[in-house]
């Protein structure tokens, strides 16, 4: 592996009578080379620490870094051979366009012609060629964010680290900047770390996400095995939306799971690990994995809430008790049924993945 992190924990001190942190707590990841691999997690799970520890801005307290077989645990940042885009850009008001992309080579004494060819060079990566006498009030949001990302591209880094570099820009925005993101360090085939609490984020731009929460790591996978075989309750509940259903084991046959739940008998195909008869389990049924008919479900239920949203109808429909959120997607039947219709469940039985119950 290229970059890896191996029982990283780290430790802030107590400050002002408060008791000392766990901010990360025996975090190990091997990362390959041009691998993007996205820390995802809400705020406070110990993400942007990580980065800082691989980018040498903090310390670990225990455990060892790795950049290319060499420790790199004490090194100072500037030592590091990584680039990091900030979330605020922090881009030189002072300097034009040109001059903020150059910096850092002007800082190493490149010879200038090296820093000519190099910066016109990434500037056509990042579509900014012609707009180098510019200065940083005068280029637009995704202009700026694509100055920060050349800036750190031009230093040619062995490591590419990114902290959320698009949360300040608008929705639309800031979909077509990843998509761009992602097709540059696909083209470079540079290794990168890219940190975000948004889940569409990590699910559009990584080879792999890693979910951490309260200093640990929950699950590490490609984006589509995370989210349709979560590990974790925690990991189904933060990725996308799910439906927590509790059921028991009814039986098996090979390749088929028997389990009752909400009233009815769910046949589940393709569960790996099969619960002895009689075990409590909980069945993780997203929303889009419920066809919402008049008629020929699995299940009858009450609908609660319906929302209209142009490409899908939102339901929340209770059945026996429990509320279940469903999405229709399928154009053929986005027929509204209104609140307090009955209405009949389709179940996905061949994507709902268990989890044994808590």
Do not use: W
């Not at 008001?93 to 060079?121: D, F, M, S």
């Not at 992602?182 to 996400?209: C, F, K, N, P």
């Not at 098996?252 to 393709?270: E, R």
């Amino acid at each position: 592996m290229y970059l890896t992190l191996e029982n990283i924990v780290k430790v802030f001190p107590p400050r002002g009578g408060s008791s000392e942190v766990i901010a990360v707590n025996g975090v190990s990841i091997a990362i390959e080379k041009g691998e993007l691999v996205t820390l995802l997690g809400p705020s406070g799970c110990g993400k942007t620490t990580t980065l800082r520890l691989i980018a040498g801005f903090e310390f670990p307290t225990s455990g060892s870094i790795r950049l290319d077989d060499q420790e790199i645990n004490t090194l100072p940042p500037h030592k590091r051979n990584m680039s990091m885009v900030f979330q605020s850009y922090a881009i030189f008001p002072h300097l034009n366009l040109y001059e903020n992309i150059a910096y850092g080579l002007n800082v190493k004494r490149v010879p200038g012609a090296q820093i000519k060819t190099r910066v016109a060079q990434v500037m056509e990566l990042v579509q900014l060629t012609g707009l180098e006498a510019r200065a940083p009030n005068q280029l637009s949001g995704g202009q700026q964010q694509r100055v920060a990302l050349a800036r750190a591209l031009v230093m040619e880094p062995k490591v590419l680290l990114m902290d959320e570099p698009l949360s300040n820009l608008d929705a639309k925005l800031r979909e077509q900047m990843r998509t761009e993101i992602r097709h540059i360090q696909q083209r470079l085939g540079i290794t990168s770390v890219y940190v975000t609490h948004d889940q569409i984020e990590a699910m559009t731009l990584s080879d792999r996400v890693v979910v951490m929460n309260q200093g640990i790591i929950e699950q590490i996978g490609p984006p589509m095995e995370v989210y349709l075989r979560p590990r974790t309750r925690f990991v189904a509940d933060f990725i996308g939306r799910a439906n927590f259903v509790a059921g028991q084991v009814a039986g098996s046959d090979p390749g088929i799971l028997h389990v009752d739940a909400l009233g009815a008998g769910f046949h589940l195909t393709g569960v790996t690990d099969t619960p002895a008869v009689g075990a409590e389990v909980t069945m993780i049924v997203r929303p889009e994995m419920i066809r919402v008919r008049q008629t020929g479900g699995h299940l009858r239920g009450i609908v609660r809430r319906a929302a209209y949203l142009g490409d899908s109808i939102d339901y929340d429909v209770e059945v026996n008790g429990q509320l279940l959120t469903a999405v229709e997607t399928d154009p053929s039947h986005l027929r509204l049924y209104p609140e307090g219709n009955e209405v009949s469940l389709t179940f996905s039985e061949d994507c709902i993945h268990i989890l044994p119950a808590e």
